[in-house]
């Protein structure tokens, strides 16, 4: 019985630790899609290339102590 109890503790703490990395991984991704439609945004509306519209976004973020996310999410709010 206590093994069994044992190894049901492990598995249910095995699945928390798999569940919290899901959820990790999924709020980078949302990150990512927001940066590259902010990054779009940038190429369309000021004519920057890629690398260029990327360093403005990690400068502004660096240069403001914010993520880029929020950066990201100004920059969409400004153009749309």
Known sequence: MAI???WLSSAREK???TEKKTLSIEEKMKEIRIV????WILIRELK???PE???YIEKQAMDR???KKVV???IIKTYT
Not at 36 to 39: C, L, S, T, V, Y
Request: one cysteine or more; aromatic letters at 0%; proline letters at 0%.
């Open 4 to 6: 069994a109890l044992s």
């Open 36 to 39: 590259n439609r902010a990054k």
């Open 15 to 17: 699945l928390r630790k």
């Open 53 to 55: 519209a990327h360093r």
């Open 72 to 74: 990201a999410e100004e």
């Open 65 to 67: 102590c914010v993520s």
């Open 48 to 50: 920057l290339d890629e």
